[in-house]
């Protein structure tokens, strides 16, 4: 059965910027010498992106997809040798890989096989020794909610641009230029299960449902096809996940022929998904060439098998992308395992809105070469929790910086209000290393709220940081609403607001007044919260839940559906 959860957003046009996160500075990207279209590829991803030209490495590797661990130990040297010789082993953070350089490394223990890109990860870092080892290790950046920095995290993002052919690698390179302000509201989430595979590898399809309630939630279209029906053209796809031709019921290799957005994502339960990209294609299992082929913006495959446990987690990879992180942060946070047969197809640096677009500072007198600005800030972002709004930005150089003051004002309808100092914030002086900052703000009415900080130097000097805007809701009654999905199997949230903070308490009783699930006893904040209640143990039918929270009771139902 498939089920759409929408809302209509009152839009009248997109708006799109240019540009990711500022610079691509920190990228580096690896062009074989030996391959027309590797330097094709590479040269027009630089020229397209403005990436620094010292930030070209040039190596002479074979053309052929597959190499062995003597070949691969060529590429690596010639790669670690111009980053530490030119000082970039720390100012770099991403690496792009390009077609005609080598994908995959074939080593006699099957178990150190691996993609070129998930080993070059872990060059010049604190994992290097793993490199050609038999088996995986768990990425540091699994699960991460951060802005990534080789620094911090001790490896490289590496990502790869290929496809078929130049024409459908440059269409890739090309939907990624610019980035959408908000989702658009015809926008589609589309995961498709297969429900035969629930006795062997539950957590798979559990995932997708997982990530189609958090979508859903936020208001996004969301299909979910629980049916053995194998889903193909869907209509303005911006993500996506199936079993491709792992699907029993998929047909012609598993092509979906799907209508993609700008921006769109893929990852498919398929195991050697990654393992060409040469034409006309050799199938068994199907390809990502293919949904490269048919539009797709970034993807994710394997190149050889990965075992279940190394699929991306869809409910971190969704979730991630659509708040603004880029899509090689929301790839690797999603992915369990490095020096193993992941390959991600992309611009590292695109992200789908620009809501986490770091600012970098706007100069009231500009810099120049020879007078360089003092502070380098590389994120400036806010979270919201009940009525504080927490501050967070992150520098990766300070020069002279004796600190930040905190500016806010309100956004009305009609005006703005005027800006006001609220916080200040030391400074690290000068410093060549990352350094990350925190302030919060707690708000008493409800309204739209600017944010800007103001980089102060010792000399007296200041430069104002680009705006973020965010909205306070203060609660003003309780109220428990109904659960979602609803009917439920096994799993479905509850979500309720409290008006004030106190002791709070969530039971669910079966239709005879027994009480068979405990969901919330404590103390809990004013503001919206959430729970999840598992019923895989349950029997179906109808049950219904009860909150009470200070002078406050009430009581819903829910069907239990197995």
Known sequence: MSRKMMMVLSLISISYVFGQTGTYKDVAVIINV??????????????ERHIPLQNRI????????????????????QVESYLTVNQMKDSINYIVTT????????????????????????????????????????SPFYRQRNHFTHLQYGIYIVTRLDGYNFNDIKKMIDQSKTIAQVIPAEAQFVFDQDPTWNATVPSLNTNMATSATTLGARGLNVTLNTTTTYLTSQQNVLGYTSWGSNDRNSSFHGLVNNSWMRGAIAETYVSTSGRTFTSPAVYGQSLIADLIAEGITAT?????????????????????????YTVSESFYSASPYL???????????????????????????????????????????STVKNNTVTLQWKTATELNNAGFNIERRQVNDSKNSEWNTIGF?????????????????????????????????????????NSITV????????????????????????????PSSGMTRMSVYD??????????????????????????????????YTLTANNYTETKKMMLVK
């Open 300 to 324: 994710k495959g394997y190149v050889y098998e990965p075992y279940s446990s190394a699929m991306t987690d869809v409910s971190v990879l969704f979730d991630l992308y659509t708040t603004g």
């Open 471 to 498: 909205h306070i809701s203060m609660p003003v009654r309780a109220a428990l609403d109904q659960n979602y999905p609803n009917p439920f199997n096994p799993s479905t949230s509850i979500s309720f607001t409290l």
């Open 99 to 138: 077609k005609g350089v080598p994908l995959k490394v074939k080593r006699s223990d099957m178990m150190a096989s691996s993609s070129v890109e998930s080993e070059l990860s872990l060059i010049l870092g604190l994992y290097s020794g793993y490199i050609q080892k038999s088996g995986r290790i768990v």
């Open 58 to 77: 040039y190596v002479s590797s074979p053309v052929t997809e597959e190499i062995d661990s003597i070949q691969f130990q060529s590429l690596r040297s």
């Open 34 to 47: 030996n391959s027309s279209i590797s330097d094709s590829v590479g040269t027009y991803f630089i020229n």
């Open 425 to 465: 914030i030391e400074g690290n002086g000068t410093s060549n290393a990352p350094k990350e900052y925190l302030y919060n703000d707690k708000l008493s009415s409800t309204g739209n709220y600017e944010y800007r900080l103001k980089q102060i130097d010792q000399n007296g000097k200041s430069e104002y940081s």
């Open 339 to 381: 020096s193993w047969m992941d390959v991600v197809i992309g611009d590292p640096k695109f992200r789908l809105i620009a809501s986490r677009l770091p600012s970098d500072f706007v100069a009231e007198v500009s810099g120049t070469e020879s007078n360089p600005l003092p502070v380098e800030l590389v994120s400036f972002n």
């Open 511 to 544: 239709i005879t007044g027994k009480e068979v699930a405990l969901l919330v006893n404590g103390e809990l904040a004013s503001g919206k919260h959430s729970v999840q209640f598992n019923a895989g143990q349950l029997s179906s039918g109808l049950y219904f």
